[in-house]
T-cell receptor
Framework: KQEVTQIPAALSVPEGENLVLNCSFT??????LQWFRQDPGKGLTSLLL?????REQTSGRLNASLDKSSGRSTLYIAASQPGDSATYLC????????????FGGGTRVLVKP | DADVTQTPRNRITKTGKRIMLECSQT?????MYWYRQDPGLGLRLIYY???????NKGEISDGYSVSRQAQAKFSLSLESAIPNQTALYFC???????????FGPGTRLLVL
């Protein structure tokens, strides 16, 4: 059974600092890995999707890397802003699970002005 | 208008009551999903449907049932609600060509 872990559970940084969020998974047989953002009282918004054949994806200040062999992904957010405060979730689409998503517990980020 | 809508947004009910959570989407996607979210546990899949005639159990389907009334509508029912079903419930959609899932705003359910 695929297990997805996100450490730390919470993170607080001053504005302008780079954010590094970690995600690990136990089964490397995946189709893709996705990073989502969740704001309080709202649903999830997809940030980046990395296919299993890719090493990284970039969108603006966001960059996500994938090391399938070691079961790790990292989301980098450059020059953090208070508006980046949210919970960030990673999810893995596993081949054994018929491409369904398995989510990590999330990292709650606070960017202080 | 939002692509994925959920009703109600908040619901308080009592133990033993039957309730239904509804999800509608205007994205034209075939695939729909129901998840629940508990603090610190991420999202867990309850049921999913790849088309109107296809219903599948997810990781935690016990105590829940679903109905896919049309391509655009997917309802989740709690036949006899219990307090440990208190959670945030999300509906999501995707299609065969896109792997990204699109989420509704969630329904916050409290079972007393």
């Amino acid at each position: 059974k695929q297990e997805v872990t996100q450490i730390p559970a919470a993170l607080s940084v001053p504005e302008g600092e780079n954010l590094v969020l970690n995600c690990s998974f136990t089964d490397s047989a995946i189709y893709n890995l996705q990073w989502f953002r969740q704001d309080p009282g709202k649903g999830l918004t997809s940030l980046l999707l990395i296919q299993s054949s890719q090493r990284e994806q970039t969108s603006g200040r966001l960059n996500a890397s994938l090391d399938k062999s070691s079961g790790r992904s990292t989301l980098y957010i450059a020059a953090s802003q208070p508006g980046d405060s949210a919970t960030y979730l990673c999810a893995v689409a596993g081949k054994a699970a018929g491409n369904k998503l398995t989510f990590g517990g999330g990292t709650r980020v606070l960017v202080k002005p | 208008d939002a692509d994925v809508t959920q009703t109600p947004r908040n619901r308080i009910t009592k133990t033993g009551k039957r309730i239904m959570l509804e999800c509608s989407q205007t994205k034209g996607h075939d695939r729909m999903y129901w998840y629940r979210q508990d603090p610190g546990l991420g999202l867990r899949l309850i049921y999913y449907s790849f088309d109107v005639k296809d219903i599948n159990k997810g990781e935690i389907s016990d105590g829940y049932s679903v109905s896919r009334q049309a391509q655009a509508k997917f309802s989740l029912s709690l036949e006899s609600a219990i307090p440990n079903q208190t959670a945030l419930y999300f509906c999501a959609t995707s299609d065969l060509s896109q792997e990204t899932q699109y989420f509704g705003p969630g329904t916050r359910l409290l079972v007393l």
